[in-house]
């Protein structure tokens, strides 16, 4: 699905005191962005906020990030935490690629929801769950690796699940059929349709 491009959205976006400008300077001093020591979850590929929104609210304790690459996506998520005056959640506006330069040893927890799953054998690299991206994680987690990941992609899933597998994730949960307490916008579209969702939750100690 083409992306709509929203005028101004980027000039919005930056400007706003949910955003993190320049976040490679609080590299391994996140913390300080919430002037507290709360533990902080991620999540990759925010949309349009639904999901971290509804997880912020219900969890005032915990600290909220959100990564997007897009500002005419990610405007509708400030906009959703700017209407409930959240203070536990903020967002950073780049490429997932990125997220091993920004963070370091610092995140509790890292949700993966409907990321595009590259189905093609020459963009694996490209998934959220490939090797290449498992190894970022490694440096971004505080103590114990906790992911949690949903995908209405029944090819993506297997694939996680092998992936994870063998980058040494223990599989604490799996499901083909999940129902969620906190929906993204794309959950909601495709539970309408009555479309499967799968989910993953997996560890590692070390």
């Not at 919005?12 to 590299?27: A, D, G, M, S, T």
């Not at 090797?131 to 694939?159: A, M, P, S, V």
């Amino acid at each position: 699905m083409r992306l709509k491009n929203i005028k101004g959205a980027k000039e919005f976006v930056i400007k706003n005191q949910y955003l993190i400008n320049e976040p490679e300077k609080y590299k391994g001093k996140f913390k300080k962005i919430f002037n507290n020591k709360h533990k902080i979850e991620l999540e990759i590929g925010v949309g349009k906020g639904d999901f971290l929104v509804q997880k912020a609210i219900s969890n005032p304790d915990i600290n909220y990030i959100g990564v997007e690459k897009y500002a005419s996506v990610l405007i509708f998520a400030i906009k959703k935490a700017e209407q409930k005056n959240l203070k536990n959640i903020k967002f950073i506006l780049i490429d997932a690629i990125c997220i091993d330069k920004i963070f370091e040893k610092e995140i509790s927890k890292l949700y993966l929801n409907f990321s595009d799953p590259w189905p093609k054998n020459r963009h694996e690299k490209r998934r959220l769950t490939s090797d290449i991206f498992l190894n970022k994680y490694k440096r971004i987690f505080k103590g114990l690796k906790i992911i949690e990941q949903k995908t209405d992609n029944d090819l993506l899933y297997n694939y996680s699940l092998e992936s994870f597998k063998k980058n040494g994730y223990i599989i604490i949960k799996k499901s083909t059929n999940y129902k969620s307490e906190f929906k993204t916008e794309y959950e909601n579209k495709f539970l309408k349709k009555g479309k499967n969702i799968n989910y993953i939750k997996v560890i590692k100690l070390v």
